[in-house]
């Protein structure tokens, strides 16, 4: 099989493109620098995230984006990514797909959506209780019917036996697909499943034919046969007869050029998760009611066996994230005393059941003390939900933390439980949770005090067991002040309360932490990296790490991904680290020792970065002058962007000298 791995934009600024992945890595975010950019998205980071590809490997990280990266709607770090998994960065939304379509029976082809008039089509809906093959109560057929269900019984207890011992999700959607063929004359069928938001997480489709040629063409579904479906207790036929001028007004039929459609819902006790979707071109061999009964016999033995399998899905990954958390101590890195005392408080925080609130800056490692807090408490072996307050939209927030009825809004077709319930008997980690709006903050507050809620829409009373820990970077205390944040609900979360410290203010561990990011990204990028030279050390300690542990982690990864040796030289860091010049120097020596004719000589590399230090120093001040004190006139005299001349003088230690000047 061939490797051709892509991205094919389904929405958002780039929505129809498609992005061939090279063999070198790829950084994603609206900077210009990076290999794949575009600038019209505000939740769009200036590095928002990083694909490595390796061994046939590709591996998704995020680079501490604000809005988050999402993998088949699931917040991500790192994972590594599958083909057909569907990534959403910002507003927009790609499918990965990592050979071509036709290789593989595996394979997705993409699925178009086509608006018709449902009033145009004209259609035949039959519930699960009318299915003679479900209701043994159901009255005889004549003979012709009994001998095709005779056929079709077959089918179904061929059917039955084999997908309940398969427990791979698209094994299980392609096999299902075969079997369906074999019973119903459909040309094209897809198994078509939902997200929260109605979103295709996952779209597997099959052709009878073998033709390569029809394998490429889009595959075009009737949105009103779509959005019937659902909402019918069973299936949906729909056959396009050529003297029927009001049928052949069915746009979406004709664009996809079928005589015949039928669809047929998934679902469970809950919810609604996904559709069986066949279409033929065929006039002589067009659905019957007799095939509508078939397939959602069909559709209600395969939504068992499709859960099943969507739910061992979800354990494995699951299973895989709790295996890379499990060391909690082994990445909380770090003695400095300010690590000693967050690790006191931990051990005091888990046993109880209390809130705790943890504060401080991004990339401080928040999330990480709130799953230590869990993981060594008596709930570690129930669920630890964490949202980001931040990253949902506004109209979505209020029913992924209390969950919806069905009904209550405009696309809720089923009810659905919040964050806070399924979290039941465990933790919730409320990360953000300065954003929240005030309704919001009220509703949350109410939760707290009561241990109870009712989903949007509903009335009744949940009772609910959850620990919630909440962290936040903002100054709560002066969002008070100013009426962004409710002042009870602040003493409600701070029941418990640490702030992780800065990492310059563990310099002590800038080391212990670069150490073991080395071994981790040496491993996972299989690079030979041995060590960091003594020069590079000093570099790492004197810098003032603005973007705390996270920041140290993407430099460390970044250094071993481009060095040329099999140790880390300062020239494999960031300019900005080069640059940068405390307000008290720290002494980076010029010199060492270089009596051994093989000692690296060291003294001409430091006097020529000092030289260029000194010398960007000077061209500044003489931009800054010749602007008379004007700082956009002087980043336009030297042609950088404002941005760039504030990192360059924050880096270079130059706001006591243009004070002084001024």
């Given at each position: 099989?061939n490797?051709h791995p892509?991205?094919?934009?389904?929405a958002g600024?780039?929505?129809?493109?498609?992005?061939?992945?090279?063999?070198?890595?790829?950084t994603?975010?609206?900077h210009?620098?990076?290999?794949?950019?575009?600038?019209d998205?505000?939740?769009f980071?200036?590095?928002?995230?990083?694909?490595?590809?390796?061994n046939?490997?590709f591996i998704?990280t995020?680079?501490g984006s604000?809005?988050?990266?999402?993998v088949?709607?699931?917040?991500i770090?790192?994972v590594?990514?599958?083909?057909?998994?569907t990534?959403k960065?910002?507003n927009s939304l790609?499918l990965?797909?990592?050979?071509?379509?036709?290789?593989?029976?595996s394979?997705?082809?993409l699925v178009?959506?086509?608006?018709?008039?449902p009033?145009?089509?004209?259609?035949i809906?039959l519930?699960?209780a009318d299915?003679?093959?479900?209701?043994?109560?159901k009255?005889?057929?004549d003979?012709?019917t009994?001998i095709r269900?005779s056929?079709n019984?077959?089918?179904?207890l061929q059917?039955?036996?084999?997908?309940?011992?398969i427990?791979?999700?698209?094994?299980l959607q392609?096999?299902l697909?075969?079997?369906?063929f074999?019973?119903?004359?459909?040309?094209?069928?897809?198994?078509?499943l939902?997200g929260d938001?109605?979103?295709?997480?996952?779209?597997?489709?099959r052709?009878?034919?073998?033709?390569?040629?029809?394998?490429?063409q889009?595959?075009?579904?009737?949105?009103?046969?779509l959005?019937?479906?659902k909402q019918?207790?069973?299936?949906?036929l729909?056959?396009?007869?050529?003297n029927?001028?009001?049928?052949?007004?069915?746009?979406?039929?004709?664009?996809s050029?079928?005589?015949s459609?039928?669809?047929?819902r998934?679902a469970n006790?809950s919810?609604?998760?996904?559709?069986?979707?066949?279409?033929?071109?065929n006039?002589?061999?067009?659905f019957?009611?007799?095939h509508?009964?078939l397939?959602?016999?069909?559709?209600?033995?395969?939504?068992?066996a499709?859960?099943?399998?969507r739910?061992i899905?979800?354990?494995k990954?699951?299973?895989e994230?709790?295996q890379n958390e499990?060391d909690m101590?082994?990445?909380?890195?770090g003695?400095?005393?300010?690590m000693?005392?967050?690790?006191?408080f931990?051990a005091?925080?888990?046993p109880v059941?209390?809130t705790?609130?943890i504060r401080?800056?991004?990339g401080t490692g928040?999330?990480?003390v709130?799953?230590?807090i869990?993981?060594?408490s008596?709930?570690?072996?129930k669920?630890?939900?964490a949202?980001?307050?931040?990253a949902?939209?506004?109209?979505l927030?209020?029913s992924?933390?209390?969950?919806?009825?069905k009904?209550?809004?405009?696309g809720a077709?089923s009810?659905?439980?919040?964050?806070?319930e399924?979290?039941d008997?465990?933790t919730?980690?409320?990360?953000?949770?300065?954003?929240l709006?005030?309704?919001l903050?009220?509703?949350?507050?109410?939760?707290?005090?009561?241990?109870?809620?009712?989903r949007?829409?509903?009335?009744?009373i949940?009772?609910?067991?959850?620990r919630?820990?909440?962290?936040?970077?903002?100054d709560l205390?002066t969002?008070?002040?100013?009426?962004?944040f409710?002042e009870?609900?602040?003493?409600?979360l701070?029941?418990?309360s640490v702030t992780?410290?800065?990492l310059?203010?563990?310099?002590g561990d800038?080391?212990q932490?670069?150490?073991y990011?080395l071994?981790?990204?040496?491993e996972?990028?299989?690079?030979?990296?041995?060590?960091?030279?003594d020069?590079a050390?000093?570099?790492?300690q004197?810098?003032?790490?603005?973007g705390?542990?996270r920041?140290?982690?993407?430099v460390?990864?970044?250094a071993?991904?481009?060095a040329e040796?099999?140790?880390?030289?300062?020239s494999?860091?960031?300019?900005?680290?080069?640059e940068?010049?405390?307000a008290?120097?720290?002494?980076v020596?010029?010199t060492q020792?270089?009596s051994?004719p093989?000692?690296?000589?060291?003294?001409?590399?430091t006097?020529?970065?000092e030289?260029?230090?000194?010398?960007?120093?000077?061209?500044?001040?003489?931009a800054f002058e010749q602007?008379g004190?004007?700082?956009?006139?002087?980043?336009?005299?030297?042609g950088i962007?404002s941005?760039?001349?504030?990192?360059?003088?924050?880096?270079?230690?130059?706001k006591?000298l243009?004070?002084?000047?001024?």
């Amino acid at each position: 099989m061939n490797i051709h791995p892509r991205l094919i934009f389904l929405a958002g600024p780039k929505k129809g493109e498609t992005f061939l992945i090279p063999d070198s890595d790829v950084t994603i975010g609206r900077h210009s620098s990076n290999l794949l950019t575009w600038d019209d998205d505000k939740l769009f980071s200036r590095y928002h995230c990083q694909l490595v590809r390796g061994n046939d490997e590709f591996i998704l990280t995020d680079l501490g984006s604000r809005n988050g990266t999402f993998v088949n709607g699931i917040p991500i770090t790192q994972v590594t990514l599958g083909h057909q998994d569907t990534i959403k960065i910002g507003n927009s939304l790609a499918l990965f797909l990592i050979h071509e379509e036709g290789e593989d029976d595996s394979a997705s082809a993409l699925v178009g959506i086509s608006d018709d008039d449902p009033n145009s089509q004209s259609t035949i809906f039959l519930s699960s209780a009318d299915s003679h093959y479900l209701n043994a109560t159901k009255p005889m057929v004549d003979p012709t019917t009994a001998i095709r269900m005779s056929k079709n019984l077959q089918a179904l207890l061929q059917l039955g036996q084999e997908i309940h011992s398969i427990r791979d999700m698209n094994a299980l959607q392609q096999r299902l697909l075969e079997l369906i063929f074999t019973a119903i004359p459909a040309e094209r069928g897809a198994i078509l499943l939902f997200g929260d938001e109605d979103n295709f997480v996952s779209r597997v489709i099959r052709f009878r034919s073998e033709n390569t040629a029809e394998k490429e063409q889009q595959m075009t579904i009737s949105r009103s046969i779509l959005q019937r479906a659902k909402q019918a207790d069973g299936g949906i036929l729909a056959i396009r007869v050529e003297n029927d001028l009001s049928l052949q007004q069915a746009l979406s039929l004709q664009s996809s050029g079928a005589h015949s459609v039928m669809a047929a819902r998934l679902a469970n006790s809950s919810e609604v998760f996904g559709l069986i979707y066949l279409d033929t071109t065929n006039p002589g061999q067009s659905f019957d009611e007799e095939h509508l009964q078939l397939l959602i016999t069909i559709a209600n033995l395969a939504a068992g066996a499709l859960e099943t399998a969507r739910h061992i899905e979800h354990l494995k990954k699951e299973t895989e994230r709790l295996q890379n958390e499990l060391d909690m101590d082994r990445k909380m890195i770090g003695d400095s005393p300010a690590m000693k005392s967050v690790r006191t408080f931990i051990a005091r925080a888990a046993p109880v059941t209390s809130t705790v609130l943890i504060r401080g800056g991004s990339g401080t490692g928040k999330e990480l003390v709130a799953r230590a807090i869990h993981q060594n408490s008596p709930r570690a072996n129930k669920p630890f939900i964490a949202i980001n307050c931040a990253a949902l939209p506004e109209n979505l927030i209020e029913s992924e933390l209390f969950g919806h009825e069905k009904g209550a809004f405009t696309g809720a077709i089923s009810q659905k439980k919040g964050k806070f319930e399924l979290a039941d008997g465990g933790t919730i980690f409320l990360d953000e949770v300065g954003e929240l709006k005030p309704d919001l903050q009220a509703k949350l507050l109410r939760v707290l005090q009561e241990s109870e809620l009712e989903r949007v829409g509903g009335t009744r009373i949940i009772k609910l067991n959850v620990r919630v820990i909440a962290a936040t970077n903002k100054d709560l205390e002066t969002a008070i002040r100013i009426g962004e944040f409710r002042e009870d609900l602040y003493y409600r979360l701070r029941v418990l309360s640490v702030t992780m410290p800065s990492l310059k203010e563990r310099q002590g561990d800038i080391l212990q932490l670069a150490g073991y990011f080395l071994k981790k990204y040496a491993e996972e990028c299989k690079r030979p990296i041995k060590g960091i030279s003594d020069l590079a050390r000093l570099y790492l300690q004197n810098y003032h790490w603005p973007g705390n542990v996270r920041e140290l982690e993407n430099v460390l990864e970044r250094a071993v991904v481009m060095a040329e040796s099999e140790i880390i030289e300062h020239s494999d860091l960031p300019a900005e680290i080069l640059e940068y010049e405390p307000a008290q120097n720290h002494s980076v020596p010029k010199t060492q020792d270089t009596s051994s004719p093989t000692a690296p000589r060291i003294f001409e590399v430091t006097t020529f970065h000092e030289a260029v230090k000194e010398a960007k120093k000077q061209i500044i001040l003489n931009a800054f002058e010749q602007a008379g004190g004007n700082h956009s006139g002087a980043a336009k005299l030297l042609g950088i962007h404002s941005n760039n001349l504030h990192r360059l003088i924050s880096n270079l230690n130059l706001k006591p000298l243009l004070k002084k000047e001024s």
